[in-house]
C-alpha cells in the first residue's frame, strides 16, 4: 500500500490512516466464512465504529428530530441496529461472488414487478429509484442475474484512498457504473436511451434542490430520478431490498411505479414512499446521515426552499 508521501492523489494523512485501518478489518473478515464475516462487521460497526464515529449520537439526533414519540428502549435498539446493519452491508459489498450468488437467489415481489418486466419486453428505460435501506446493492445483483441491463450511478467518496478499492468492490457486483459527474451523467443518459435500468440512490441531503418533506419535515431532496423519467420516458419505479431477521438473506420489494406529473409531485412520492417502508424497518434505513440539515432554517428561507417557493 503507497505512502501518503508517495502517493499523488489529494488526501490526508488521516485519511489515508482511515483507509489503511479499514483496508486490515476488511481483509482479516474476509478471511472468514460468510455465515461469520457478516455478523461480525455487524457487531464490530456496532461496539466499535458507531461510538467512536459519533453514529449513536446522530442516530438519536435524527430520531429526536422526526420521532420524537419513540420510546427511549426504542431509541436505544435502533442506536445498536442501524450500525449492525451498516457493518453487515460494507462486508457483503466486499465479499464479491458469496454476496452476489445469495443476492441473485432472493425473491423479488412487489406491485412494481409486472411493470418492470413489461418496460423491458417493450424496450423501454427504467428508472430504479432506492435508498440507504437494508442492503441497496442486493437488488442491482438480482436483477443482473435476472438478465437486466442493470447500471448504476455512484458518488465517489471523499477519501481517494477508500474510494479506489470501494468503486472496484461495487463493479464486482455488476457493471455499468456512472461516477456522478458530467461524463458520468453523459454516459448515463447514453445507456437511458439504449432502454437500460438505472438505479440511483436519492435519500441523501443534495444542496440546490428543492426542500420535500421526508417524515413530516422539509429535507433537500434531488428530484433528478423524475426529470429523467419525463425527459426520456422512463418507467420511475422505487426498488427495496428488506434484510430478513436471519441478518443474511433479503427480499427484493418492487414497489408501483410513480405516476408520470412534475418532478417535485413524483419526488414526493418516493419519499412518501421510503418513509412508509422505513417505519415498517425503523433499523434498516442509515440513520446515520445528515438527512435534515434545514433543521435550523427559518420559516422563510424553508418557504423559499419548497417547490415553486411555497
Do not use: C
Not at 436511451?193 to 426542500?211: C, E, M, Q, R
Amino acid at each position: 500500500m503507497p505512502t501518503p508521501s508517495s502517493d499523488t492523489r489529494k488526501g490526508t494523512r488521516a485519511q489515508w490512516a482511515q483507509n489503511a485501518a479499514l483496508r486490515l478489518v476488511i481483509g482479516a473478515a474476509l478471511a472468514l466464512p460468510y455465515g461469520w464475516r457478516v455478523p461480525l462487521m455487524g457487531w464490530a460497526a456496532r461496539t466499535i465504529v458507531a461510538p467512536l464515529a459519533g453514529w449513536r449520537r446522530r442516530i438519536r439526533e435524527n430520531l429526536a428530530y422526526v420521532r420524537p414519540d419513540l420510546p427511549e428502549a426504542e431509541v436505544a435498539r435502533l442506536t445498536r441496529a442501524v450500525p449492525d446493519n451498516v457493518g453487515r452491508t460494507l462486508i457483503e459489498i466486499y465479499s464479491g461472488a458469496d454476496f452476489v450468488e445469495r443476492a441473485r437467489a432472493a425473491p423479488i415481489e412487489g406491485p412494481g414487478l409486472a411493470a418492470l418486466e413489461a418496460a423491458r419486453a417493450e424496450g423501454r428505460p427504467v428508472i430504479l429509484v432506492t435508498a440507504h435501506f437494508g442492503n441497496y446493492d442486493v437488488a442491482r445483483a438480482n436483477l443482473i442475474g435476472r438478465g437486466h441491463n442493470m447500471g448504476a450511478l455512484y458518488r465517489a467518496m471523499s477519501n481517494p484512498w477508500f474510494n479506489d478499492h470501494y468503486v472496484a468492490a461495487i463493479s464486482r457486483i455488476g457493471t455499468p457504473m456512472f461516477e456522478q459527474g458530467r461524463r458520468g451523467m453523459s454516459q448515463l443518459v447514453r445507456h437511458i436511451k439504449g432502454g437500460g435500468v438505472l438505479g440511483i440512490l436519492t435519500d441523501l441531503n443534495a444542496y440546490g434542490s428543492p426542500a420535500l418533506d421526508y417524515f413530516g419535515k422539509p429535507a433537500l431532496t434531488s428530484t433528478i430520478t423524475a426529470e429523467l423519467a419525463l425527459k426520456y420516458d422512463a418507467a420511475l419505479i422505487p426498488i427495496y431490498s428488506v434484510r430478513q431477521p436471519d441478518g443474511l438473506s433479503f427480499v427484493v420489494r418492487v414497489e408501483a411505479p410513480i405516476a408520470p406529473s412534475d418532478p417535485a409531485t413524483m419526488t414526493q412520492a418516493v419519499n412518501d414512499n421510503l418513509e412508509a417502508l422505513v417505519r415498517e424497518h425503523m433499523d434498516q434505513w442509515f440513520w446515520i446521515h445528515r438527512r435534515w440539515k434545514l433543521r435550523n432554517k427559518s420559516p422563510e428561507k424553508l418557504r423559499a426552499l419548497r417547490p415553486g417557493g411555497n
